[in-house]
Nanobody, 119 residues
Framework: QVQLVESGGGLVQPGGSLRLSCAASGRFFSISYMHWYRQAPGKQRELVAH???????NYADSVKGRFTISRDNTKNTVSLQMNSLKPEDTAVYYCNAQFLVGSGGCAYWGQGTQVTVSS
């Protein structure tokens, strides 16, 4: 069984910063892609940032220059540093990763962590 557990969400004022972390555990051979998604109330889930096993990254236009995704392959973790936060960044943030397990490739989701940007 593979698990992804997020942490680091909370309430922050506009212009502030938060760092989200996601830790993978369980039985798997490797992790290829790791992503952060978010879902605001009444909106579809959207991809925020993406990082490959080699460290190549990609970001949604709305967060470029403010958010940074990183991963530690030795600890099976992925992080999202969020700076200059805006009220429109308020959402539940989800970690997602593609694992190589015994039966092949499989994607898993974390349970989500709430980020609220408000004064």
């Amino acid at each position: 069984q593979v698990q992804l557990v997020e942490s680091g969400g909370g309430l922050v004022q506009p212009g502030g910063s938060l760092r989200l972390s996601c830790a993978a555990s369980g039985r798997f051979f490797s992790i290829s892609y790791m992503h952060w998604y978010r879902q605001a109330p009444g909106k579809q889930r959207e991809l925020v940032a993406h990082i490959t096993s080699g460290g190549s990254t990609n970001y949604a236009d709305s967060v470029k220059g403010r958010f940074t995704i990183s991963r530690d392959n030795t600890k099976n973790t992925v992080s999202l540093q969020m700076n200059s936060l805006k009220p429109e960044d308020t959402a539940v943030y989800y970690c997602n990763a593609q694992f190589l397990v015994g039966s092949g490739g499989c994607a898993y989701w974390g349970q989500g962590t709430q980020v609220t940007v408000s004064s």
